[in-house]
């Protein structure tokens, strides 16, 4: 045996056991690490490729049009010359911006807004709550048919919707005028008093039942122990429902409220079909987004109309960043 292999064998030159070495320590096994890599990237290819199809339907849907609007809102059209050769498109920066906002017309449009607003949202917020509740209280009975009841002029579009109050608002057709005619009730729905009304009439008929659908999930998500032990402690009804139940949904309560601030901005078809009809007191710029139509499809300034756009938008964002603030305050001071 080579001294070489004895020193190995922990063998010394005298025969002596001599120190051993310790054999080389096997390399660590990659395979948890790159596991782990692995595992972590298939998680981010799998959320990339769920979120590819929304990216590209919200650029498509949403920031080409936006932009577009941008863009075009820059231009306008003036005729060249003596005007044979037609009108020319020439870069006119916010000058477009300045004429909506020096129209009387698009400023009366948003004092409209105003009004409609200060009508429509308390008798919608409120009114979808007041029925969410009544559903989720133990008095309520066939639940799903009043639901149903409820959600099924949603079904129906908007359009469809307008021109069926509108025959029930016109007295020579309409049931209902004729029966308060006969109760001694004069009201013309398409007076200029009457036309505000008239149209929030026509936007709860259609979205009360869906924001009471919305309310009525949430409540009905609501943990049963904490109304039980309510109870318990002696709280009625109505403290039940305005201290336990509403601050338990409000979520949904935010979310309800800014998706109507949101689609009261964007009134349009009710006041449209309204002003087709005979003795209606409703302009073509009636609201900001019939003083945009006006621009675009009867005086073909493009320009414009897309100015208009763009200050609707603005103050669509300005709002909802208001409303989600202030929820957001009042939670925040809430010990």
């Given at each position: ?12 030159r005298?025969?002596?056991?001599g ?11 990659p ?10 990237t298939?998680?981010r ?33 003036k ?5 044979f ?9 916010l000058?477009n911006?300045?004429?909506a906002?020096?129209?009387q017309?698009f ?6 807004l ?7 949202l ?15 209280s ?7 048919f009043?639901?149903?009841?409820l ?23 309409s ?11 004069g ?14 009439n026509?936007a ?18 609501v ?6 032990a ?12 305005f ?14 409220l800014?998706?109507t ?7 349009f ?28 499809f ?17 103050v669509?964002?300005?709002?909802s960043?208001?409303?989600?603030r ?10």
């Open positions: 045996m080579s001294t070489h292999d004895a020193e190995r064998r922990g063998v010394g005298a025969g002596v056991p120190p051993r070495t310790a054999p080389p320590k096997a390399p660590r096994s395979g948890r690490p790159s596991q782990a890599l692995s595992s972590r298939r998680t290819l799998a959320a990339g490729t769920l979120l590819t199809p929304f990216f590209a339907l919200f650029t498509v849907a949403m920031i080409v049009p936006v932009g577009y609007a941008l863009w075009l809102s820059l231009f306008t059209e005729q060249s010359g003596l005007g050769d037609g009108p020319r498109t020439v870069f006119d920066g000058g911006y300045a004429t906002l020096g129209d017309a400023r009366d449009g948003f004092r409209v105003l009004g409609y607003c200060a009508l429509y308390p008798l919608m917020i409120g009114g979808a709550i007041a029925l969410a509740l009544l559903l989720d133990a008095l309520a009975r066939a639940r799903r009043f639901q149903l009841a959600f099924l002029p949603h079904a129906i579009p908007g359009l469809i919707a307008a021109l069926i109050w509108i025959y029930l608002y016109t007295p020579q057709l049931p209902v005028v004729a029966a308060m005619e006969a109760g001694g009730i009201f013309d729905f398409f007076s200029s008093e009457g036309t505000l009304p008239s149209i929030v026509i709860l008929w259609q979205w009360l039942g869906y924001n009471v659908v919305i309310f009525y999930a949430a409540l009905q998500a943990d049963r122990s904490l109304l039980e309510a109870t318990v402690d002696g709280a009625g009804n109505w403290r039940i429902a201290s336990v139940k509403l601050p338990l949904i409000r979520s949904s309560l935010v979310m309800v800014l998706f601030v949101i689609g009261s901005l964007q009134l078809t009710e006041p449209l079909i309204l002003s087709r009809g005979s003795g209606s007191a409703v302009t073509s710029t009636w609201t900001p987004n019939m003083y945009a139509y006006s621009a675009a009867e005086r073909n300034d493009y320009g414009l109309a897309a100015a208009a756009s763009v200050l609707i938008a603005l669509a964002a300005v709002l960043y208001l409303v989600t202030f929820t957001n305050r009042r939670k925040e001071a809430r010990p």
